[in-house]
């Protein structure tokens, strides 16, 4: 159903933002350096890339798309055993067939990718694919092998990019001149050999397969993207967007594919959610809204259930929370989902309807105790019912999501405070500022969490490192101010 919707429409992308994320990590930490990258540094490189994505590109921070991103991606991550890395993952909204992953573990998500998948088990193969290049350390190679680029001419090269206002305001054709000179060495700098694409699948493979995922579903991403021309019709820099030789991969995973299926090594588990009703959530919130509404009646026409979820969805994108109630209630006589019974718990919530959404979420969290954006959901509910404890509860379950969710630890800050437990409040206060790039409310609520928390040294210390981050980006992007 959903297919069509997106069959014609062209990918736009700003290529000289995208360009600043590759030499970011060039610039940043040159391979010129007589060691290897420590997992600290790479850790910075993660954090430093976060926050160009986050300046220069919006992100979704829908919560069911999130929590069923990461679902997905953490049953990738249990097959990998013993690392080093926190794996982090993001939802960029661009209609950008593309995914990448950067060094500390952030692994980034285009919708444009979401949206040409048919299945979970594809969305995995992606997962496994950029969660093997962060454990095979390809990235780290690569910037320790680019010793040969001028690094000092690669460095101005993301200054005019900076000054040209590639996010905001600069002139066009001083994008375009650095975008162009930068794409070739990019290439030269990151681009992943033949040898680390062959043991990004191979490990790929091995942890689809692990994970309860068919096989197939790999082959079948990697042919979609082979169709697309994935290779050879875009201009965003290699390392974001292209692999090479996709037509001889697709082949070989194939046959890989099909030994793995005559051996018949391990049955294949049920998917982690429901697939098309998250895709459903992109359409009815990101889409052209008279796109998405036909897209929905059509859908519903055909028989799909998750059309009725999702015209539901579009109703509560457009403020109709009564007509959003009915076709929430009409698509859970169908499909047993949480995703369905958050959506109509929120909707009962703006309908001022607080006790209704609550038994509506215990119901969610009785098919999945999991379910993070329940949890979130509920808290709000519980904070208004004045169970603020409760709240908090709930809300501790899922502080891990913050760093994709900043809103978890906004309301973590605000229900603190309301229990006169302050230092946590303005704790979660800074990390919720910096994530949105406020710096000086972020160092201000830092400082008072620093003075008021006791109980907990490694806080303490994270806050000290988090505050000397911000007072040197402070200085140098000239913001005044305490």
């Known amino acids: ?147 040969v680029l001028n690094v000092a001419a690669l460095a101005g090269m993301v200054a005019g990019i900076f000054l040209g206002g590639a996010g905001g305001g600069g002139s066009s054709a001083g994008q375009a001149l650095a975008a162009g000179s930068m794409a070739a060495s990019a290439s030269a700098a990151l681009h992943y050999s033949r040898a680390h694409e062959m043991e990004a699948d191979q490990l790929g493979f091995r942890y689809l397969c692990a994970a309860g995922y068919d096989p197939a579903d790999m082959v079948s991403i990697m042919h979609k993207m082979d169709q697309m021309k994935w290779t050879g019709a875009s201009r965003i820099p290699s390392y974001l967007s292209t692999h090479p030789a996709m037509g001889e991969r697709v082949l070989y995973l194939k046959e890989m594919a099909k030994k793995r299926k005559a051996l018949s090594l391990k049955p294949l588990k049920q998917p982690v959610g429901d697939f098309q009703l998250m895709k459903a959530v992109l359409i009815a919130d990101y889409a052209d809204q008279e796109k998405a509404l036909d897209c929905f009646q059509a859908g519903i026409k055909e028989g799909d259930k998750a059309a009725i979820f999702g015209l539901g969805r579009f109703y509560l994108r457009q403020g109709k929370c009564e007509d959003a109630v009915a076709q929430f209630q009409e698509a859970a006589r169908y499909l047993q989902s949480p995703f369905i019974l958050s959506a109509l718990g929120a909707a009962y919530h703006r309908l001022g309807k607080l006790e209704e959404a609550r038994k509506i979420y215990q119901s969610a969290l009785f098919l999945d105790p999991s379910a993070s954006i329940v949890h979130y959901r ?105």
């Open 1 to 147: 159903m959903f297919s069509a919707l997106f069959s014609g429409r062209k990918i736009r992308v700003a290529t000289a933002v995208l360009t600043v994320l590759v030499f970011s990590v060039v610039v940043l930490f040159p391979a010129g350096t007589d060691a290897g990258l420590t997992l600290s540094e790479e850790n910075k490189i993660g954090r430093q890339v976060l926050e160009q994505v986050r300046k220069r590109m919006p992100l979704i921070e829908d919560g069911e798309v999130l929590t069923y991103i990461r679902s997905v991606a953490n049953r990738i991550t249990k097959q990998i055993g013993t690392t080093p890395y926190q794996f982090q993952f993001f939802v960029i909204d661009q209609p950008v067939p593309n995914a990448f992953a950067v060094p500390g573990g952030y692994i980034f998500m285009f919708r444009g990718l979401i949206e040409m998948m048919a299945t979970e088990g594809e969305l995995a193969s992606i997962f496994a694919h950029e969660l093997s290049h962060i454990q095979a350390r390809h990235i780290h190679r690569r910037i320790d092998d680019s010793k």
């Open 378 to 482: 509920l808290a709000l509910v519980l904070q208004e019912l004045g169970q603020k404890s409760d709240a908090i509860e709930h809300l501790m379950r899922i502080e891990e999501l913050a760093p994709m969710f900043p809103e978890v630890d906004y309301q973590l800050g605000i229900l603190f405070g309301q229990v006169n437990k302050l230092g946590l409040a303005h704790y979660h206060l800074g990390r919720y500022y910096e994530s949105k790039q406020n710096i000086k409310l972020a160092i201000m609520h830092f400082k008072k969490a620093k003075g008021l928390i006791r109980e907990s040294p490694s806080k303490i210390e994270e806050i000290t490192e988090t505050l000397k981050t911000l007072e040197k980006y402070k200085k140098e992007a000239g913001i005044r101010g305490d």
